[in-house]
């Protein structure tokens, strides 16, 4: 399977690499060693010895230098060899490094060409910024599937309405009128609902429980799989103003054809104590362990070898989004291998 | 591996799909659900949702219908969409179907032509509806071997003298007079030792025990591998008649080229009770489970990816029902592939 | 992968085959019996009966001969049939048999032409005899790498410096000066270190303890992967001699592509008691098992299915003896295939 290289990927979640720390992590079939040094800088090598291929990982990363365990080569953290106990310094001896970066809590790599690796392509997630860390959820999941399957589960949120019909679903997205919108840089899937059933997890940050409203959802995508969702609900004629936002980021980071890197956000416009907060990452954490991941990972498996669209899969309205994404991505990753 | 198509798969036994249940099982590559309505009628579907390809067995399958897990769309036991939530109904939106019928306490399906499917072509086991309950055992194991080694096996009997020699062999089988029968529709294979040694299995269910006398055996095949064995002795000189008959099925049903499903049965004439009963169903599970099955699968662990045929195995007059089955169903293969 | 059939392959130590015992053992993809006979006598057999395929080594294996599972046929140790109960034996009902040999407590198998098996074409590793067993330890250990990967470690014996700082490392090896010679038969490497550190292991059995000394290895090569180290130290100044000379004997044999049977065996010249031996076995087992053999499996995962040569790593001088091991197999491989 060949991966879009021109783009940012994101490898790890700011928290996950401290200062002087480093972390291992394969995306797009590359073995990866995400590091920062003691001054804050982040690296993203290879991680892999050019003198004997074995994983620089396993050798020592400390005082912003890896020693390789093998033969002790050293190199810095932009690849660069810093010691060679068995002879001169060439420029063979030196680790490929890929560019990274680190924007709204995220450290996010370009695996291709150098020059066109421009951070403000990054999708604007600065609205995390604006939320108390008691409003926010970082997680992370490993699932056995390809990465578009997992997208295009984003970019249909119908499927909230049976597959989480007691969290996120209850019919309103069925129900919803549904439009899509294309700008050269992203794709914008909306799904408005008037007067319709609010989705429980809305239903609970409400004034008012149980009562009908507008429902209102948007996922807005970047390639590879970048996404962020508003999910959030208005009763315009209540005798008070009753509305909720709340917001989900997810970004689908492929490992390889059929595994892939899953981080999710979550985060919302009040209930910003910490005991809600644990109580909305657990409702979060179990919808997609027990209901999305074994779905998307059935899916996977019924597919065996086979390419999702090569099998020429039934085309409902609601798809319109997915294949659109689809479409997109596979023109950006023609460009890149002709 | 390409599987004959145009022929009855075993898929179940009865008692495993009750009235309202179902059960999923891959037969020959294919992902099936067998299901029965609450009218007792029973249908086979692909297992997979048209529309994202998801198991359709992850959703719910009750009232005589389908709703798959990912969209809600619904599903007939024919296959039919009868509800989609998110447009019209297309005939995009159809789960494939296939031929399936009941036989003998057995549930057949027919993955080919359906207009070819004909229920009359499938062998006559109508034995087993002479004989109580407490003289019949139904058993199912999961081979890790491709199911025409399976078939080979009971092709060739003269294996019990030396991997069951205490049930099933005794020597009589290798020192018989061994011959094959061929018809358009089946190949018998029989053997007959005259005064020779009662296998333990017979003698323990003859009048005097210990006693030489006849033993008379036969495998009937059908393609692509359901058989049925008789499996009797006879003391001809004994001053009261002292016979004994008991019977077999097996039927090997490919899951993919390297594993099997394999259904087996055993009935006998006389010794009717439930405790002699569950006697027989420990002896046969004991011989299937820990002496056929380990050697399959060495076998077929040993065979890795070569065809058993092309690695020209030394043929011996007890491989001639084998070998002539091979070839039958190579040819009918090879005549459905043109 | 290809590998070289004319050659001698250590496929098991003496001791691990008594009289009238045997072994199975997976060689460059062939599955062995080494079996020795109540008179001594060694014999190398596919393990996989020419009727059916199964394994003999499921059989019963025992007064010199060998009768399959499965129809009970029977073969002698040379693999000839001498029971057939199903019919006459024939030429096709043979197990092909390989050139086995003992030298040196180990026993040898030719997987290529008879002809050209001449046992003194085997290491000489005579040295072993004069050393009584307290001074010597044999062992064994299944790799998940290459073999090639596994021969490349020895020929690279400055890995120790890195790999086992506290048991053979020190730095002595990497600041040696280090040389190669070849001839048609062998290939050594040889690397001598003056006035430098004494590595542990050699320290422990000199007289005077950390003292700098002359530091000595070499590693005898033969094809295609059989190795004779000497380790040794000297104090040429010091008052009284102070000499230590320790052996090791590597042998890599490959099982499949990825993974290899490691045999190893260490001597010393001194402290020749049984608890300063099991010591000796501790130290090495740790060495190998704990330091080696993960970094080889993690070598070998990051190359996946890529071929080590194909990927260009970076040479260096320490590679010297590899790179030219490598070539040299490379050339005996292509001119047996030829």
Chains 1, 2, 3 share one sequence.
């Not at 997205?173 to 992203?186: D, F, G, L, Y």
């Not at 509305?243 to 970004?251: D, K, M, N, Q």
């Not at 985060?267 to 919808?287: C, H, I």
């Not at 090569?310 to 997915?322: E, G, K, R, V």
Request: some cysteine; aromatic content about 8%.
């Amino acid at each position: 399977m060949t991966f879009l290289l021109n783009c940012w990927y994101l490898a790890a979640w700011t928290a996950d690499v401290p200062v002087g720390g480093h972390l291992f992590r394969r995306i797009a079939g590359k073995p990866l060693i995400i590091a920062r040094d003691s001054a804050g800088l982040l690296s993203a090598l290879l991680d892999r010895c050019p003198h004997r291929f074995v994983p620089l990982s396993r050798g020592q990363i400390r005082d912003d230098k890896i020693v390789c365990a093998y033969h002790g080569i050293a190199f810095d953290l932009k690849g660069r060899c810093i010691a060679n106990p068995h002879g001169a310094i060439t420029s063979a001896l030196t680790v490929p490094g890929f560019v990274v970066t680190e924007r709204h809590h995220a450290i996010w790599v370009w695996l291709g060409d150098a020059d066109k690796a421009d951070p403000a392509s990054i999708m604007d997630l600065s609205l995390m910024d604006s939320l108390p860390d008691t409003a926010q959820n970082f997680g992370y999941e490993l699932i056995q599937a390809n990465y578009q399957l997992c997208a295009d589960n984003i970019l249909d949120l119908s499927h909230a309405d049976y597959l989480h019909p007691d969290s996120l679903g209850g019919g309103a997205t069925t129900r919803a009128k549904q439009s899509v919108e294309e700008t050269p840089e992203a794709l914008t899937v909306k799904w408005l609902a008037k007067d319709d059933v609010i989705p429980p997890a809305l239903d609970g940050i409400m004034r008012e429980k149980g009562q009908p409203g507008d429902v209102h959802i948007s996922v807005r995508w970047q390639a590879p799989s970048v996404m962020m969702i508003n999910f959030g609900a208005d009763r315009p004629h209540a005798a008070e103003p009753d509305r909720a936002e709340t917001w989900g980021i997810h970004v689908m980071v492929p490992i390889d054809d059929k595994s892939t890197h899953y981080f999710f956000w979550t985060g919302r416009d009040k209930f910003w104590d910490a005991d809600f907060n644990e109580l909305v990452r657990q409702m979060t954490t179990n919808a997609f362990v027990n209901e999305d991941k074994p779905l998307l990972e059935a899916q996977q498996a019924n597919l065996g070898d086979g390419n999702f669209e090569d099998l020429q899969p039934a085309l409902l309205t609601i798809d319109n989004a997915s294949v659109r994404a689809r479409r997109r991505l596979k023109t950006m990753i023609e460009a890149e291998t002709v």
